[in-house]
């Protein structure tokens, strides 16, 4: 890479990573305030889709690959899926838990090759998995309810694990998308698809698309604008990140976000236990960076 451009990519991921946490932040702000978890998330894409309508008109050609399509399809329904399960567990779970809780995603990446590739891990990726259950010891572990098994039985941990899962999945996704068009257009059609499946989620579950999300006294309006800048920002570095890099390394860097998530949490939220949180979460950032060595 050129200096520039390792420049810019680092810039990327620095923007991804606070980007990431302070949407997390907001989206929890607005479930605070009643907002419904799906509507949220459907209005989210809606602004953002608004928002590309003059970089459609400008850019122009429409004329895309079969292949673009379907990945697009393919990618806004686990974004919009993925998204809906991530704020449907922050409003139950604690933003400092929920967090560092995505650096399963590598545990996940590890077991689907094992099955579907054959691929299995060497010693430094097993040293990375028992880092990382062991880290999230320490981030689940509390006074009140001592760390064990039955955690992972608890709604909020099963739907930011199904979050991770559909993320990631959507991650491989988007490439195919850049790879078929190109960044802006990869944007673009997660917008919009992001937008079409939510909608159709929301109708499936006969969810009424109306919502106080736009209400100035409560100060929801503010927060729902808030959320869609950084969500576009997150989103755009993504794609960036993405587009100069292979996704693994990307998912692995993005894993950062954690620590900042941890201390938002408490920060933001009172959420306590702040200490003994991000040290679960630097072992588990450690473990997620010897799974992506051991490749």
């Not at 907002?35 to 400008?58: E, G, K, M, R």
């Not at 989620?201 to 100035?216: C, E, G, H, Y």
């Amino acid at each position: 890479m050129e200096a520039s451009l390792i420049l810019f990519t680092t810039l990327a991921v620095l923007v991804r990573i606070f980007s990431n946490a302070f949407s997390n932040v907001f989206q929890k702000q607005l479930l605070q305030k009643g907002n419904d978890a799906l509507l949220i998330s459907f209005y989210t894409y809606l602004l953002l889709s608004i928002a590309c309508i003059p970089a459609v008109l400008y850019l122009g050609g429409f004329t895309f690959s079969t292949e673009f399509w379907l990945y697009s399809i393919a990618g806004g329904l686990a974004g919009a899926a993925g998204n809906a399960f991530l704020v449907k567990a922050l409003e139950r779970g604690e933003l400092s838990v929920l967090g560092p809780i995505n650096a399963y995603k590598s545990i996940v990446g590890i077991l689907t090759g094992m099955l579907l590739l054959q691929e299995y891990p060497n010693y430094a990726g097993i040293l990375g998995i028992l880092l990382i259950i062991g880290g999230s010891y320490y981030v689940l572990d509390s006074p009140g309810e001592p760390f064990s098994l039955r955690l992972f039985r608890k709604k909020e941990i099963q739907y930011r694990l199904l979050a991770l899962v559909l993320t990631g999945i959507e991650a491989v996704f988007i490439k195919r998308v850049m790879l078929a068009s190109s960044t802006e257009w990869a944007f673009i059609s997660w917008c919009f698809f992001g937008a079409l499946f939510s909608l159709l989620l929301l109708l499936v579950l006969k969810i009424p698309v109306t919502t106080a999300l736009f209400n100035r006294k409560n100060g929801s309006l503010k927060l729902a604008g808030l959320l869609v800048v950084s969500v576009g920002a997150m989103q755009l570095s993504t794609i960036f990140v993405l587009d100069k890099m292979p996704v693994g390394y990307a998912l692995a860097l993005f894993q950062l976000s954690i620590i900042v998530t941890v201390w938002l949490g408490h920060r933001i939220f009172g959420e306590a236990n702040l200490r003994q949180k991000l040290i679960g979460s630097i072992i588990m950032l450690i473990g997620s960076v010897l799974i992506l060595l051991s490749k």
